[in-house]
C-alpha cells in the first residue's frame, strides 16, 4: 500500500513557476514508477509527466515538453514537478500517481495509488 500528497498548487502569474512536490508512504517507494496528470473542469484526467523506478527515463506530454520537469528523490520518498513558463491553458487540478509497471505508462489505468490533487491556477 502507498499513500500520496500532493503539496504546491497555487495561483501564478502567467510566465511564473511553480514546484509541485508529492509525499508518499511506503518501504518500497524506489519500486514504483510515478507520473503526474491533471484534469481541468469538463475535461478528461491527462498525462504529463512520468519517471521510471530507477529516475533514468522520463517522459511529456508534448504540452509542457520543454517546460515542466519531473524528478525523483528516493532517499526523501518524494517525487517533484517543476513547473515553468506556466500558461492558463495549465490551469487545473494536478495528480500525483504511482504505478507498478516497470516503465513510464501513459493511461490512468496503468496507476494503481493517486494523490488527492492539488489545485494550480495560472492567471493571464
Known amino acids: 500500500q502507498v499513500r500520496l500528497v500532493e503539496s504546491g498548487g497555487g495561483l501564478v502569474q502567467a510566465g511564473g513557476s511553480l514546484r509541485l512536490s508529492c509525499a508518499a508512504s511506503?518501504?518500497?517507494?524506489?519500486?514504483?514508477?510515478l507520473g503526474w496528470f491533471r484534469q481541468a473542469p469538463g475535461k478528461e484526467r491527462e498525462f504529463v509527466a512520468g519517471?521510471?523506478?530507477?529516475?533514468?527515463?522520463?517522459r511529456y506530454a508534448d504540452s509542457v515538453k520543454g517546460r515542466f520537469t519531473i524528478s525523483r528523490d528516493n532517499a526523501k520518498n518524494t517525487v517533484y514537478l517543476q513547473m515553468n513558463s506556466l500558461k492558463p491553458e495549465d490551469t487545473a487540478v494536478y495528480y500525483c500517481a504511482a504505478s507498478t509497471w516497470p516503465a513510464v505508462r501513459y493511461s490512468t489505468s496503468a496507476y494503481d495509488y493517486w494523490g488527492q490533487g492539488t489545485q494550480v491556477t495560472v492567471s493571464s
Open positions: 519517471i521510471s523506478w530507477s529516475g533514468g527515463s522520463t
Open positions: 511506503g518501504r518500497t517507494f524506489s519500486s514504483y514508477t
